[in-house]
């Protein structure tokens, strides 16, 4: 465990000698680590930060709001940078897991490239955490944002990365989230992907498939809130499978439901959802999905299988 406050005094020095009062762009995703780097750059470096959230159209139902509202609650002014449509694109024909992380993570630092020319900025900070590091180095996935670990230059992109937090693991950072005074939406917020719902999807994506996932997500973390788990969510299969819907046999889609508790989320275990709660979650999303015919509940702990389908 960190002193949190020491924590953060160095990393404000640390960031003002890197920047030496040069401007710098942070992309914020409203989670804990982003928001938490978002934050910190913000002490450290005042008007000098520009702060965006791209809308890359593959966000939970209301997140772009959310992360508005909170940053503004903070007095951190936010770019919002429309690129569902590029995402989408860049995205289509892409069915393997890695291909799709790769795809996503290179549009996510062009379209930060761009936006660094735009604005005259020749750095930018991004919430990378010891886990994401770790894994990506592993192998075990590509992270969306671990690029100089792993021998890519961000420069090729046109600019240089700070990292504030990449010595730390989750509950470190929750830890200086408190000490900094974040509301508990952000410091206790539950960990979701970078490349978003684009992982959830499993095969191609399309922007018919991230609706149909954006409300299988929305109704599994409301049926869930109150477990205190690390991560709940739903995932779309690439298959379809056999129900009835008005009474009519029809080839529909499946969700998969994944309730984890986890520290780290270096290893998680699945936990034990009370039935009822599963009944609940399995009735409306086939109710509410109208193409949805089967809900699955995943019980395999990480390892062997990991947090993520993708
Ligand atoms: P896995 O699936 O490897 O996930 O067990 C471990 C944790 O990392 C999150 N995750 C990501 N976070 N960019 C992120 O910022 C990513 O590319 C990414 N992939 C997985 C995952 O949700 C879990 O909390």
Do not use: W
């Amino acid at each position: 465990m960190i002193n949190a406050k020491e924590f953060i005094e160095e990393s404000i020095n640390e960031i003002k000698d890197t920047l030496d009062n040069e401007k710098a762009i942070s992309a914020c995703s409203g989670g804990v680590d982003s928001t938490t780097t978002t934050f910190l750059m913000s002490k450290a470096i005042g008007e000098n930060l520009i702060t965006v959230f791209i809308d890359d159209g593959l966000r939970r139902e209301g997140e772009p709001e959310f992360v508005v509202k909170t940053l503004k609650d903070l007095g951190i002014k936010v770019r919002l940078v429309d690129a569902k449509e590029e995402f989408f694109e860049t995205l289509k024909g892409k069915i393997d897991a890695e291909e799709k992380r790769k795809a996503f993570r290179d549009k996510f630092y062009k379209t930060l490239g761009k936006i660094a020319r735009e604005e005259k900025v020749k750095f930018i900070a991004q919430g990378t955490i010891k886990a994401d590091v770790v894994e990506t180095v592993k192998g075990i996935k590509t992270q969306h944002n671990v690029l100089e670990q792993i021998g890519i230059n961000s420069k090729t992109y046109g600019y240089s990365i700070i990292e504030p937090l990449k010595e730390l693991y989750k509950p470190d950072v929750r830890m200086v989230a408190r000490e900094l005074g974040l509301p508990t939406e952000v410091s206790e917020r539950m960990p979701f992907p970078g490349p978003a719902l684009s992982i959830r999807v499993l095969g191609e994506v399309t922007s018919e498939k991230i609706v149909i996932v954006r409300k299988a997500t929305e109704i599994v973390e409301e049926e869930t809130k109150n477990l205190g788990t690390f991560q709940n969510f739903a995932v779309l299969h690439n298959d379809k499978a056999t129900g009835i819907k008005n009474g009519e046999r029809v080839y529909g889609n499946i969700i998969t439901v994944r309730v984890v508790v986890s520290e780290d989320a270096v290893t998680a275990r699945a936990k034990q959802v009370p039935y009822e709660i599963l009944e609940k979650i399995s009735e409306r999303i086939t109710n509410e999905i109208p193409s949805v015919v089967r809900c699955l509940y995943d019980v395999t702990h990480k390892p062997p299988a990991t947090i993520e389908f993708e």
